[in-house]
């Protein structure tokens, strides 16, 4: 078969990979000019390559932790002991042992044990979702943990995330986070490990792309699909877009069509978010696919990552990770990488994210590198009292405007199929991936799923 994969994210690529492993042909086409999707890197100088979102493994991470293993590369991820910390009621506090929450004192003691001794019943008793997923977070946290928790912890968290949609939130989405990512107990109870790769993540994208292009396949960026329609005989026909499209957004709608006309192909997978995906459709398809399978990609709801890297002249906070869990400060987390990774591999250069979410739309979404760092300058300040913008070397801004779908109540069930109804058209995309959340991991999964639906269609 002859196979286009529409993104060359994570999932697009690993998805050609397993595909060109059976003996197929695929043509990978991406929009961003680089490879990895919400993993891509930049180059930040120096040589030095960087995530343009922070990004990490957890040692439950085995489906990609295999994959490096299957591509020759054993050695290449890195583990090192991670430090979280809360930000509330004006400080950091440390959050990374079961000791760190008997000494939490924004809660009262009772609060804190109450909070632990729910969270280590879950890890050991719930081993399925579907307990969870007829309940919001708020109520089974008021159940379990009590009113206090809610408000001084994990409410402002959920508010950090999905703004006016965190009392609506899933306790199937909370209980994914707690129970198949971290425990708090065993080993990493007394210190979590997280991977990353030594070499960033561009090594990984690097040699899918190899294996790929080995197999006669191609792999294009800055070359995205621009339109989607059948063709005579069950094929599927993709209009590239023109190089530099990425320039006009994510809508497929506003790129001009590339030359050399369209090609056509027997499968097409899509990866892209399911708004882009509607976009790439004509009347037929969207005839064809149906009302019931658009009205599930229609429900989808993403909030936008706005993602503030900064590189400083120095540390700004002994921690890898803070969660804000304080609604006054303008974003919802602080990741800085070089607690991580050690700044030698840098040379000496440290490296801050400053994380946020928001809804469409949002203010701060307009703004530019520069208008934003001041706008986060008193938040910055209440977690660090003499930080400057002095301390600022350079700085890079991204957005991913579907970065977080929003998991609600019933959302198990508007979960669109990866077979569309067409066949040889699958889509597989973050809406998918469930109960976990999205990430590099489970993308890696979603890509293995998409082959096999493709090969599952052709046999």
Request: charge should be neutral.
């Amino acid at each position: 078969m002859k196979v286009a994969v529409l993104g060359a994210g994570v999932a697009g690529l690993v998805c050609a990979y397993r595909l060109s492993q059976e003996g197929h042909v695929c043509e990978v086409y991406e929009r961003w000019p680089g490879l990895g999707g919400q993993a891509a890197t930049l180059d930040v100088g120096g040589g030095d390559l960087l995530e343009r979102y922070y990004h990490h493994l957890f040692t439950s991470d085995r489906h990609i932790v295999d994959l490096y293993d299957e591509l020759g590369m054993p050695d290449e991820l890195h583990w090192a002991p991670s430090s979280m910390a809360f930000f509330v009621d004006g400080r950091q506090w440390p959050f990374t042992t079961p000791l760190d929450l008997l000494r939490f004192r924004p809660l009262t003691p009772p609060a804190r044990l109450r909070m632990g001794l729910a969270v280590v019943a879950l890890q050991r008793r719930a081993k399925r979702v579907e307990p969870f997923e007829s309940i919001t977070a708020r109520e089974w946290i008021e159940r379990r943990m009590g009113r206090e928790p809610w408000r001084k912890v994990w409410g402002p968290l959920l508010r950090g995330k999905f703004g006016e949609r965190a009392e609506d939130i899933s306790m199937a989405w909370l209980w994914s986070k707690l129970t198949l990512r971290r425990r708090l107990e065993g080993d990493e109870a007394r210190q979590e490990q997280l991977g990353y790769p030594v070499h960033s993540w561009e090594l990984l994208f690097d040699a899918l792309r190899r294996a790929i292009e080995a197999a006669g396949g191609r792999v294009h960026v800055d070359r995205p699909a621009a339109a989607l329609r059948r063709g005579a005989a069950g094929t599927l026909l993709v209009h590239a877009g023109a190089a530099g499209s990425f320039r006009r957004g994510h809508d497929p709608r506003a790129y001009e069509r590339a030359g050399g006309g369209v090609e056509r192909y027997d499968a097409v997978v899509a990866t892209v978010p399911s708004d882009v995906f509607l976009g790439l459709l004509d009347d037929d398809l969207l005839d064809a696919i149906g009302p019931g399978y658009l009205g599930r990609l229609r429900a989808t709801e993403y909030h936008t990552a706005l993602c503030l890297l900064l590189e400083l002249d120095r540390r700004f906070s002994p921690f890898y990770w803070t969660n804000i869990a304080d609604r006054k400060l303008p974003f919802v987390g602080l990741v800085e990488h070089t607690n991580l990774i050690d700044a030698a591999r840098y040379g000496g250069r440290r490296f801050l994210y400053v994380a946020n979410y928001l809804a469409p739309g949002d203010p701060l979404l307009a703004l530019d590198a520069d208008e934003l760092l001041q706008a986060y300058l008193p938040g910055l300040r209440s977690v660090r009292p003499d930080f400057s913008p002095d301390w600022v070397r350079a700085r890079w801004l991204h957005h991913e405007p579907a970065a977080q779908p929003i998991v609600t109540v019933g959302y198990h069930e508007r979960i669109p199929p990866l077979q569309t109804g067409v066949p040889g058209l699958v889509l597989a995309n973050t809406t998918q991936i469930y109960p976990e959340d999205r990430g590099t991991n489970y993308s890696v999964r979603l890509g293995t799923d998409a082959a096999n639906a493709v090969l599952a269609a052709r046999s």
